[in-house]
């Protein structure tokens, strides 16, 4: 086992591993904001036909998730466990992802059918990849100010690439499609597939990976299973990561029919794209930030008053009126800069719940951790899509059309106090969390001491 001081990253590793989320994230922002807006608007399918499809495909691969951890856990390369499926992976996601937002001139059941599969066959590459892109955080260093580093780096670049795509998503489908929102979205999105094998490749040559399971690594997949159901702390994680997701994916769905039918802006793709920009610039603020408050806080708090933060700026979303521009910009500033320290704390925490298995365990499964925790992530985005699918059906939205003040009203509460009401109850349970800053230090202390002894 290599000293601490091999435990630092350099500059270069920790913005190599962040441009890896850059590429992720291409395809999640996507996920999050625009999907729903595409299968209604673009593709040709009702809202409620796509929370439906949403939910069953977030439902169903949640054993593949597993697999993929399990799996990655047990791979032996000379490149490590975890990085080669950047390499293996990066140009089938690449492939699928264009596929995905292709839109056949099909028959409506034939169109439903192909949006299915192709839908979820992006979900299954995405976690292929990133499961293992994930895991890597958690084997580049223990220092638990350099993982906070890490994954500020992470979250800051995830960012840049959330902000190409959500402020020039429209803006290039409109003038690459050639008036033809179809074309556009396709060949924007091939775009966006071929950066993000570059990146993935980039993020390959650049890190390393420093933490190596204990020789009497447990190779028995259910037993990692009980292992992990055994790990208060990460059934924690697990339940905080699907509740967040799905009220990020209410509001976050909600958000450009908020933009374009509610503000009034569908002519207006600068103030859209502008929206979108001050988010995800807000986003890298408050990742970069999440180091500083964590020494002020501790992460359980900053956790805390974070998720706190982002319910508290969604409420204003209410009241303000279409007029009011500035207090938009203002509270999605505000709110998106406590959802990049959110952001980058979830994932710092996962990695002390793989520390605290080691320690408690005697084994480490670093990828099962991090794979059962991103099909809780999908679960709560299927969750979140079924429910803005439904709730959009259920107020009268209407695809390409003015929105009558019911459909309007329902718009404005998934912005608002919706996803407000359940982060304020997620932010109150997570006071419960019990793996404090000092028994973080011991754990670590302890394990040092067990890998020199091997």
């Known amino acids: ?58 439902s169903t691969d949640g054993l593949f998730d597993f697999f993929v951890g399990a799996v990655a856990d047990r ?140 020789p009497a690594q447990r190779v028995g997949l259910w037993q990692d299973v009980r292992m992990l159901l055994a790990n208060p702390h990460w059934l924690m994680m697990f339940a905080v990561g699907i509740v967040n997701i799905t009220f990020a994916v209410i509001r976050g769905s909600a958000g450009i029919y908020y933009l374009k039918s509610f503000l009034g802006w569908a002519e207006d793709d600068r103030r859209i794209a502008l929206f979108f920009l001050v988010g995800g610039l807000a986003m890298i603020v408050g990742a970069m930030l999440t180091r500083r408050v964590v020494a002020v806080l501790g992460k359980k708090r900053a956790f805390i ?40 704390l979830y994932w710092t925490i996962l990695a002390d719940t793989a520390d605290f298995a080691e320690w408690k365990f005697d084994a480490r499964s670093t990828g099962l951790v991090f794979s059962a ?19 959009l059906d259920w107020y009268g939205y209407v695809p390409n059309a003015v929105q009558s003040p019911e459909a309007l009203r329902g718009i404005v509460l998934m912005m608002s106090l919706i996803p407000a009401a359940g982060l304020a109850v997620l932010a109150a349970a997570f006071c419960t969390y019990g793996l404090t800053e000092p028994a973080c230090e011991r754990i670590r202390g302890e394990l040092a001491e067990r890998r020199r002894g091997r």
């Open 1 to 58: 086992m290599s000293d601490r001081a091999d435990m630092k990253l350099s500059l270069a590793e920790k913005v190599g591993y962040g441009l890896g989320d850059t590429a992720s994230n291409f395809v999640w922002a996507l996920m999050m904001n625009f999907i729903m807006y595409f299968y209604t608007d673009i593709f040709g399918i009702t809202a409620a036909a796509t929370g439906t499809m949403l939910l069953v495909a977030r």
């Open 75 to 214: 791979t032996q390369t000379r490149w490590g466990k975890f990085r080669p499926y950047l390499v293996w992976l990066c140009l089938p996601l690449a492939a699928v992802f264009v596929a995905a937002f292709t839109t056949p001139q099909w028959s409506l059941p034939a169109k439903l059918a192909y949006a299915w599969v192709t839908y979820n066959l992006l979900m299954l590459l995405y976690s292929a990849i990133n499961i293992p892109y994930g895991a890597l955080s958690g084997v580049m260093t223990d220092d638990p100010l350099e993982r906070t580093s890490l994954n500020a780096y992470r979250m800051g670049l995830a960012q840049v690439g959330g902000i190409i795509a959500n402020t020039s998503f429209l803006w290039l489908i409109a003038r690459l499609g050639g008036g033809e929102a179809s074309v556009g979205a396709q060949r924007t999105v091939a775009l966006f597939a071929t950066a993000a094998v570059v990146l993935f490749l980039v993020t390959f040559f650049t890190t390393r990976e420093r933490i190596h399971p204990p």
């Open 305 to 344: 008053g974070s998720l706190a933060v982002v319910a508290a700026t969604a409420v204003p979303f209410f009241l303000i009126r279409p007029d009011q521009a500035w207090l938009v910009f203002l509270f999605q500033s505000l709110g998106m800069l406590a959802a990049g320290v959110n952001a980058t």
């Open 373 to 391: 925790t991103t099909c809780a992530q999908k679960a709560g985005m299927g969750i979140g899509a079924a429910i803005a699918g439904m709730l």
